[in-house]
């Protein structure tokens, strides 16, 4: 099975990805993560996106498009893969779904989490990571036992410069400039499926079974 998972900034994608690869043997693939790799491996398509990224320069849809077939052809992908972060635009999608059915790869459903901003905001504003380890914490849903010290690791906890309302103003325009379209487009493809990201992960995830029975079965 092969998922795309698509929401805002604080939708919940991480975790509920996360429920999502406890039940089923499919591999996670985040583009960020997808790049990063390549860069610190410096393989050839690694190489070409550093060149573009010393530039102050955005990596080029083609070029992402084809980590991203890379990617999706490695042997953790042979029972699917869900996807996150990518396609961003329509065109990205376009394309996307020409490479994938060109490898018998195409995509199965499309998760969509919606929430509304106010929601957003909480949790966004809220959210404090250890710069050390990555643990990532909130300031009311899941606070660490001691405030602003990681848990894990005893390190400071931080607030990204960016987890502001004024940045997530501008991700969320951005979102529905770009992102929105790719979803409409999916969803004229009929394998959308839209959540209330506002509930909890694990009610989400249960109705995403309830309404995808072919496409959660083992």
Known sequence: MNILIMGPAGAGKGTMSDLILKEYNIAHISTGDMLRENVRNSTALGLEAQSYMNQGKLVPDDLINAMVEERIQQPDCANGYLLDGFPRTLVQAEVFDKIAKKIWKEVDAVIDLQVKFEILE?????????????????????????????????????????????????????????????????????????????????????????????????
Do not use: F, W
């Open 122 to 218: 909480e949790r966004i504003t809220g959210r404090r990571i250890c710069p050390k380890c990555g643990a990532i914490y909130h300031i009311h849903n899941h606070p660490s036992k001691v405030e602003g010290v990681c848990d894990v690791c005893g390190s400071e906890l931080q607030q990204r410069k960016d987890d502001t309302v004024e940045q997530l103003k501008v991700r969320m325009e951005a979102y529905e400039s770009s992102t929105k379209p790719v979803i409409d487009y999916y969803d004229q493809k009929g394998v959308v499926t839209h959540i209330d990201a506002a509930q909890k992960p694990e009610k989400a995830v249960s109705y995403t079974h309830l309404t995808l029975p072919t496409i959660y079965s083992v």
